[in-house]
Each structure stands twice: as structure tokens, then as C-alpha cells.
């Protein structure tokens, strides 16, 4: 923290010289902070604006997510008439959760963001299909792509391999004979903080005296699902759970009891990182 007051006034001096200064009166643009799913009120976003100006009923669009701003409060949570630029605000009102660190904007019209939002899938969807299987010519057999998450890449992918009848050591990266794989399911409240745990629990592996490859083949935000277990205990995997607050499912509890799957929740980061390295033990 030494030196920041001084960083401080001297950005301020520097945009009061050079009279550096944001639109308001342009739609806004902004950064997204964090993105996560509340109860009663669906996918909730903090961000921070940096051009223009946003009101309660604006549509506003980040990636292929988007839909109508229903509510409109500043950091202490009350609620602003009109946001401008560098303030921090939180956004509900979008019909999917956004990633944190991805820009947001607002758009003249609902029709415009829903036309957006199409021609952006469509997009994603002719890259993601664009090589899905290949002939390789020399040894004439089917080259399996797996597309979608890469965290579920090594639990899929053996999958599909053995539904098409194809036996795993002819997979080029193939795992050493002595690594140990460890499969895991994330689950967080909110997108900056399930990749803080993502990147928090695959940094044990390097850790460890032991050949781990820790697989996260599940990361996502929320509570468990039954979808959730099922993967877990189909792939032996255990359910590692940060900062989820409310009630919980319960079906998926039920399956949790009858599956016998290992699940582990807590609010604080290295409480959760210790049972990790006991489970993993």
C-alpha cells in the first residue's frame, strides 16, 4: 500500500491537465466485476461504468448475454436513478450469468440485443462444430475432437471414446502410466470467485510430492444440482463447494446421501483448500 495516495493524486493531476474526460450523455459502456445467480432474483451483476450513462429500463448486452436492467443500485445496495461514469453499480435484469473481466454494454432496444445475441451463437456455433471429426489418412481412423468446456474435456472425452469403440492408448496425450488423476466438480456463488477456486485447487497439484492431475470436469455457479452428482458419482468425483449461502437442493442432497458422493462447502478458502488436500491425500 506504500506510494498509492501519491499514484492517486498524481492520476487525478494528470486527467486534470490533460482534462481527460467521459461522455454522459452517450449509452453506457462498461466492465463487468462479478456475475452471480441469487435467489429471488436471478443473475445479478456488479460492474463499473466507464462511458456514458444507464438507467432502470435500459438494455444493456455483454456477449451473448443480455436482457432489460429491472433493478439498478449503487454499492450500498439502494437503489440510483441513473448511473454515469466510474461508478460502481449492480445490475439485475439479464436473462444469463455474464463472465467477470468481459465488457458490457447498453444497446437502443431490446430487438437490436436479441439480434446481437443471435448473429454472436451463431458465430460461436459454426467455430465450435467447424472440425469436429477428422480422417486421418495414413491410419484411416476417427480423430475424436471434444468441444464445449475444456474442464470436462478428460471425463468426456473418454467417454465419447469409448462410445465410438476406440481404445484410449491411441489418444496422442495420453497420461503417464504413474500420474494420478483426480477428478473434481467446483461450484462457487459467483464467477470471480469459482475462478479463484478453480485456479486455487488445480495449484495443489504442483504442490504435491505426488503425480496429481487434479480434472476439474464440472466448474460452474451455484448450488449443487442432481446433475451435478450424478456427473460426480459417475466419474468418482469429489464436490467442492465455496461461499454458497441459502437452501440447498433437495433431490440433489438425497442423491448425495444414496451415491455416497464426497462433497465439501465452506465460506472460508483455506478451510476448503485443507479438506481438498486431505481428499486428495
Not at 439479464?94 to 446481437?116: H, M, R, T, Y
Not at 487434479?214 to 449443487?224: C, F, L
Amino acid at each position: 500500500g506504500d506510494g498509492l495516495d501519491d499514484l492517486i493524486e498524481g492520476l487525478i493531476l494528470q486527467s486534470e491537465i490533460m482534462d481527460l474526460r467521459a461522455c454522459q450523455e452517450s449509452r453506457a459502456e462498461g466492465l463487468i466485476i462479478d456475475a452471480k445467480m441469487e435467489k429471488g432474483l436471478g443473475v445479478v451483476v456488479d460492474c463499473i461504468i466507464r462511458w456514458g450513462k444507464l438507467e432502470p429500463g435500459d438494455y444493456v448486452l455483454s456477449g451473448v448475454h443480455g436482457g432489460k436492467v429491472r433493478i439498478l443500485n449503487d454499492v450500498n445496495n439502494k437503489s440510483v436513478k441513473l448511473a454515469s461514469p466510474s461508478q460502481p453499480i449492480r445490475i439485475v435484469g439479464l436473462k444469463s450469468l455474464p463472465k467477470a473481466g468481459d465488457p458490457i454494454v447498453c444497446v437502443k432496444s431490446e430487438e437490436f440485443a436479441k439480434e446481437l445475441i443471435a448473429k454472436r451463437e451463431a458465430l460461436l456455433s459454426t467455430t465450435e462444430k467447424s472440425t469436429s471429426y477428422r480422417a486421418d489418412d495414413s491410419k484411416a481412423k476417427l480423430d475424436v475432437i471434444v468441444t464445449g468446456g475444456a474442464s470436462k474435456k478428460g471425463f468426456m472425452a473418454n467417454n465419447v471414446l469409448r462410445k465410438f469403440g476406440l481404445d484410449e492408448d491411441s489418444v496422442e496425450d495420453e497420461e503417464e502410466d504413474d500420474q494420478i488423476r483426480i477428478p473434481v466438480v467446483l461450484k462457487a456463488d459467483a464467477d470471480g470467485t469459482l475462478a479463484a477456486l478453480r485456479d486455487t485447487i488445480l495449484a495443489i497439484q504442483g504442490e504435491s510430492k505426488l503425480n496429481l492431475c487434479i480434472d476439474p470436469i464440472e466448474v460452474s455457479i451455484g448450488h449443487v444440482t442432481p446433475t451435478d452428482v450424478n456427473l460426480a458419482a459417475e466419474s468418482g468425483a469429489a464436490i467442492f463447494c465455496f461461499n454458497l449461502k441459502g437452501s440447498k437442493d433437495k433431490t440433489a442432497m438425497s442423491l448425495v446421501a444414496s451415491n455416497k458422493v464426497e462433497i465439501r462447502s465452506h465460506d472460508v478458502i483455506y478451510h476448503l483448500l485443507d479438506e481438498a488436500k486431505d481428499v486428495f491425500s
